[in-house]
């Protein structure tokens, strides 16, 4: 068995973006750069399920030069293979394209499960993953919180609106990882050293030979400023709660 | 040429995001097809209402995200549609992407803003959960997912009604859905909201939900939390709101016993309305708060209760 887990490398949580605007990019200096959250889990369960069946593990990353980091960060986890789709001029909110590239990759990998995050945290589209198990032609299950594998089927159990529901299919399959799918065994410092020496497999994105139209982003923007708020004055919790009571009722019209 | 959205139903009844999505189309100027899977003619009113010369009413479709991209995708090409615009709710970002691809479409999600005609539309969308807003100008065909809460409703649409009853074949699905447990039947979700009553660290414990949850059931809001809540087991991880939670927009955000971490703020502060109840002055969530009330939240969040309660007249 062969399990793809694409991994997208994102700005830590932390990162103050509005001071990083510069036309219709972000200057990248000094960002501290992470995997996507929900793109660990995914790497979690592509080990666990490993664990289980005989597999092997490729992590794949799409991106400039930084995105190695990524793939290093993947085999500190423990996969058995990095994999860099090489793309020094990648936006990060060109979905089409994006699933395009790494539908392009993966048919050539041809592995049996493909994991990754339900959602990454900078272009928060939540696409990718369909379209590419549209493109490849097979069923994709989001929203995961459970996966089991037997055979060539597979059972998973998935997060719906207001519940959750059990879908099974045939491998192969793309499957999405929430929060709930596990608990990420973070590297070990041995893990992260060893990572740092091992070979990632580098594929230039112009040698796929596709022609996708591009998005045009015109400009990127701070939010729009808040206006200033208001401390409500009050003698006693009680007074206070009446007050904001009214002020949501008469002056915000929200209640 | 037309303009495409699709109806979504929770419950028996038509999501708000379904007719917000009618309405946002009438704004490009051209023909609004709604396709409505599995509803009755009284919902195929209500989008008329908002703003719909057509609905195509599909029956008899269980839900599954190769199915309904299938339908979906039928009536786009019957129908020439150059815009597609989608829910951003679970179930849109299910399908939303396989219609992009069969109709040889690109795609941008989770837009807040969406202008222009059916040649060439500019639409805006938050990125870094909010920390920064993208203006992006696409050709169409293109397939656009929209946040619910962030359109403006038509109230009265007066104009064609056209309603299409169609058999549309949903092809070979390969995931079939096989058990289906609600968990929260009849809740409002979170990300489709327009109140929402959160609660962080400072509510102390799981026993405390109450308190948020009388409160919530006054308004008729959905219940959010922190992630420190969320982490220290007090209530489901689908509660949670932020960067790696849920990303809402209500009209009107209660936070309780929260701090603002950077974190939060990026999955709520795009809300229209923030209150923050804590009982420390200088708290972050304080520089996003609309109303802000220093206090402790077991005093002020029952008054509060009971204001509305008056004000409502529930006893
Ligand atoms: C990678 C990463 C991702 C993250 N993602 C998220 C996310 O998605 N969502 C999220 O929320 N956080 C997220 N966090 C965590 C975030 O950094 C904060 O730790 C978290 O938001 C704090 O939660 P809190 O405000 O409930 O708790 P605290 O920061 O502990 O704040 C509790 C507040 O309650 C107040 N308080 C206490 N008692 C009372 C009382 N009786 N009455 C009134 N006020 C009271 C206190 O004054 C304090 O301000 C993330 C962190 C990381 C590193």
């Given amino acids: ?255 | 040429m037309s303009v495409i959205t699709i109806a979504e139903l929770k419950n028996g009844s038509l999501k708000k995001i379904s007719k917000e999505l009618v309405s946002a189309g009438r704004k490009l100027q051209d023909q609004v097809t709604a396709i409505l899977i599995n509803g009755t003619e009284q919902h195929s009113q209500e989008l008329f209402q908002a703003g719909a010369d057509n609905v195509v009413k599909i029956d008899g479709k269980e839900y599954s995200a190769e199915a309904w991209a299938n339908i979906i995708t039928a009536v786009a090409k019957e129908k020439s549609a150059k815009v597609i615009l989608i829910p951003h709710s679970i179930l849109g970002k299910d399908y939303a992407g396989r219609v992009a691809i069969q109709l040889g479409a690109n795609i941008i999600a989770d837009v807040v803003e969406i202008k222009g005609n059916i040649e060439s539309i500019q639409v805006k969308k938050p990125i870094y959960s909010g920390k920064a807003f993208a203006n992006i100008q696409v050709p169409t065909p293109i397939v656009v997912t929209i946040r619910p809460n962030t359109q403006e409703l038509i109230e009265n649409y007066q104009g064609p009604k056209n309603l299409e009853v169609k058999v549309i074949d949903e092809g070979n699905v390969k995931a079939k859905l096989t058990n289906i447990q609600q968990v929260e039947a009849g809740k409002i979700q979170l990300t489709e909201a327009s109140i929402i009553v959160s609660g962080g660290r400072g509510i102390k414990g799981p026993e405390n939900w109450p308190v948020l949850q009388a409160l919530a059931d006054v308004l008729g809001a959905a219940l959010g939390a922190s992630r420190a809540a969320v982490d220290a087991g007090w209530i489901d991880h689908s509660h949670q709101v932020g960067q790696t939670g849920k990303t809402v927009s209500p009209n009107l955000y209660i936070a309780c016993g929260i701090s603002g971490a950077i974190q939060h703020l990026a999955g709520m502060g795009s809300s229209k309305i923030i209150v923050a109840i804590n009982k420390d002055p200088d708290a972050n969530i304080f520089k996003v708060a609309t109303y802000g009330v220093v206090d402790d939240l077991f005093k002020v969040v029952p008054a509060m209760t009971e204001e509305i309660k008056k004000l409502y007249g529930i006893s």
Avoid: C
Avoid at chain 1, 155 to 171: F, M, Q, S, W
């Fill in chain 1, 1 to 255: 068995m062969k399990i793809a887990v694409l991994i997208k490398q994102v700005p830590d949580t932390e990162t103050q973006i509005s001071a990083k605007i510069s036309g219709n990019k972000i200057n990248e200096s000094g960002i501290k750069w992470i995997v996507s959250p929900f793109d660990e889990h995914a790497l979690e369960e592509a080990l666990r399920i490993r664990e289980k069946h005989k597999a092997e593990v490729v992590a794949i990353s799409l991106g400039p030069d930084r995105v190695q980091e990524a793939i290093r960060t993947a085999y500190a986890f423990g996969v058995d293979k990095g994999l860099h789709i090489r793309d020094t001029s990648y936006n990060t909110l060109d979905i089409f394209y994006t699933a395009n590239v790494l539908a392009a990759v993966l048919k050539k990998e041809n592995p049996d499960v493909i994991l990754t995050g339900h959602i990454a945290i900078d272009s928060q589209s939540s696409m990718v993953p369909a379209m590419i198990a549209q493109i490849l032609g097979i069923p994709n299950i989001n929203n995961a919180i459970k996966v089991e594998i037997q055979n060539s089927k597979v059972k998973v159990t998935r997060e719906i609106e207001g519940g959750i529901a059990d879908v099974e299919t045939e491998l192969p399959v793309v499957i999405t990882a929430t929060k709930k799918l596990n608990e990420p065994k973070y590297p070990t410092l041995k893990g992260i050293l060893a990572a740092k020496k091992k070979n990632i497999e580098v594929i230039e994105v112009d040698t796929l030979g596709l022609n996708i139209p591009r998005i045009q982003i015109i400009s990127i923007e701070p939010p729009p400023p808040r206006p200033p708020g208001r401390i409500i004055d009050g003698e006693t919790p009680e007074a206070k709660a009446k007050e904001l009571v009214r002020l949501l009722r008469e002056e915000a019209k929200v209640i």
